[in-house]
């Protein structure tokens, strides 16, 4: 691989990172990690972005509604030389998301980097970028001071949930419409849903969740989708966080394999638990081609009529809303637009802004390609089956020691072949949109970043040294701390992490402990180590040193 100026990177020192949510945040400690000097701008007055809950929607920013539950699991989601706290719920409320972060920021002394109430205005290449690879970074505080900085690089991390997409020209007499109308973005609670008709247009997670949160106070709503979607419960087998099944490296070997058995065998199991045709939920496309709904109330509000799923909107008139089969509903009182998010980075130039089909022209969704200099990188703008906070952290570890001219990346002309490529293969395999501009698989986006680092981890290396760590790195779910065991940044305490996660999972579920029956084993104490497609993995961990005394699958 060819660096453009690998002596302009090695210059690299003060870099800017706009934005102070679970990208921005996690972007300023590996900064300070590889001893870079971050400032981090963030627009509004604490850190946090789309996990800090706003009483009034703040325009150009994330936001969420009082009832949202994080969809990924605790040790899934949580960044990897950071665990969380045992006592924390598996799926957090969103209080206790900003929680976790505010303890990540605390742990590492983040805050004293953050420049709150300053938004960039415009981030530019200095006169002399080409020699230097510098920016200019405009910004303007709460009391309307301009001021201009020049950094070595920029971080964007920004995210993409802050321009809601209201597709009023999409449907017929939508300005006769007589009721009430509004986006997702402005949802707060269902407060003033009392007894109303409430029809909820799309069915991605916010979609869902809307429409069980108001089905608690309304008279009906009816949820509306175009093509339907699968919908999975975090609680899965035995009980556990769902996404701690199959989720595995193992699971990942035999869904290569056998891809389309592995996609019939899991809609059936989705099928068992409740029949999508029977309630009007099955999607035209396959598991794996889109993020599923994952919603744990959705199937009983369905079943006791609180919620009726209907097709698409075809027009409306007055109070009356009718759909693309001809059906009717009348005395519709509000209608809620949880039809997605326009992204835009209104500060860059824009030339750094052009797509290759829906999505940006960025190498592995991080670096623009057209850049003489490698020093500005995308963080956060990624969107996998898995949590975004662990892609984020590589993405950030990835682009700065890139910044450092520790790490090269290729010519334009190869990047920008290999984003085609990339861009392809991806709308093969996934429904991309405008909505949905880019989609990856999670260990393999993951693993080519950490390749690029050196911190992927070597199993069979492992099976030589600790079989017992490379069990749970082979069959446990995947969490984050198995990017900290070696390499750059590798943290002491990551192979205690993946020892212990499973205690940090059941810990939330001993505020009642119910005695068991004494039973006579082989062996006195077992730990799951992992699922692998729905089958729970157990082995002997009896003696202070690790071995594995047997093994053995228990449904």
């Not at 699991?73 to 969380?84: A, C, I, R, T």
């Not at 009430?180 to 991605?204: L, N, P, T």
Request: aromatic letters at 10%; hydrophobic letters at 40%.
């Amino acid at each position: 691989m060819l660096n453009r100026d690998s002596s302009v990177s090695s210059m690299v020192q003060k870099v800017a990172v706009i934005g102070a949510g679970p990208s921005g945040l996690t972007s300023v400690k590996v900064c300070l990690d590889e001893g870079l000097e971050p400032t981090c701008f963030e627009s509004s007055h604490d850190i946090g972005g789309l996990w800090r809950f706003k009483e009034k929607p703040e325009p150009g920013r994330a936001n969420i509604y009082e009832s949202v539950v994080i969809n990924s699991s605790k040790e899934m989601m949580s960044f990897s030389d950071f665990p969380p706290p045992a006592e924390l719920p598996n799926h957090m409320h969103h209080s206790e998301v900003l929680l976790y972060l505010r303890l990540y920021v605390k742990a590492f002394k983040l805050q004293r980097h953050i420049h709150f109430q300053t938004t960039v205005l415009h981030v530019r290449q200095t006169p002399d970028y080409a020699v230097t690879g510098q920016w200019e970074v405009e910004t303007q505080t709460g009391e309307n001071q301009r001021e201009t900085h020049i950094f070595d690089a920029v971080m964007v991390c920004t995210g993409h949930f802050t321009q809601p997409h209201t597709p009023l020209k999409d449907f017929t007499g939508m300005e006769s419409f007589e009721g009430k109308c509004f986006h997702s973005w402005d949802y707060r609670s269902a407060e003033g849903m009392q007894g109303k008709r409430v029809v909820v247009i799309g069915m991605g997670n916010s979609g869902g969740d809307i429409a069980v949160d108001i089905s608690r106070v309304a008279e009906k709503v009816y949820l509306s989708t175009r093509s339907g979607a699968w919908v999975v419960s975090r609680v899965g087998q035995g009980g556990f966080p769902c996404d701690l099944f199959g989720t595995s490296r193992m699971d990942l070997m035999i869904s290569k394999l056998f891809p389309s058995r592995m996609n019939r065998m899991l809609e059936k199991k989705l099928n068992e638990a409740f029949d999508h045709t029977l309630y009007g939920l099955k999607p035209r496309h396959g598991f794996f081609t889109q993020i599923p709904v994952v919603n744990d109330d959705l199937p009983a509000r369905i079943i006791s009529g609180r919620v009726q799923m209907k097709p698409n909107v075809k027009e409306l008139s007055g109070s009356t809303v009718v759909f693309v089969d001809g059906s009717v509903i009348n005395k519709v009182d509000v209608v809620v637009f949880a039809t997605g998010y326009n992204y835009s980075f209104p500060f860059l130039p824009p030339a750094l802004q052009n797509k290759c089909g829906y999505r940006l022209h960025l190498y592995k969704h991080v670096f623009p390609p057209s850049l003489t200099q490698p020093t500005l990188a995308v963080v956060g703008f990624i969107h996998a089956l898995g949590a975004i906070n662990p892609l984020a952290e590589m993405q950030a570890r990835w682009a700065t020691r890139v910044f450092k001219g520790l790490l090269t990346i290729p010519t334009e002309e190869t990047m920008m072949k290999e984003i085609q490529k990339d861009t392809t293969a991806m709308h093969q395999s996934f429904r991309c949109s405008e909505r949905n501009p880019l989609q990856v698989v999670y260990i393999p986006y993951m693993d080519s970043l950490a390749e690029q680092v050196g911190v992927r981890p070597n199993i069979l290396w492992l099976f030589l040294r600790d079989p017992r760590l490379a069990l749970q790195v082979l069959l446990g779910p995947c969490t984050p701390y198995q990017y900290r065991l070696t390499g750059p940044g590798w943290w002491i305490g990551a192979r205690q992490a993946i020892l212990t996660q499973w205690d940090r999972v059941v810990q939330p579920f001993k505020s009642r402990v119910v005695p068991q029956p004494d039973q006579t084993r082989a062996c006195s104490r077992l730990s799951m180590i992992g699922i692998v497609s729905g089958v729970a993995l157990l082995c002997c961990v009896c003696y202070k040193k690790p071995h594995l005394c047997f093994f053995f699958a228990a449904k």
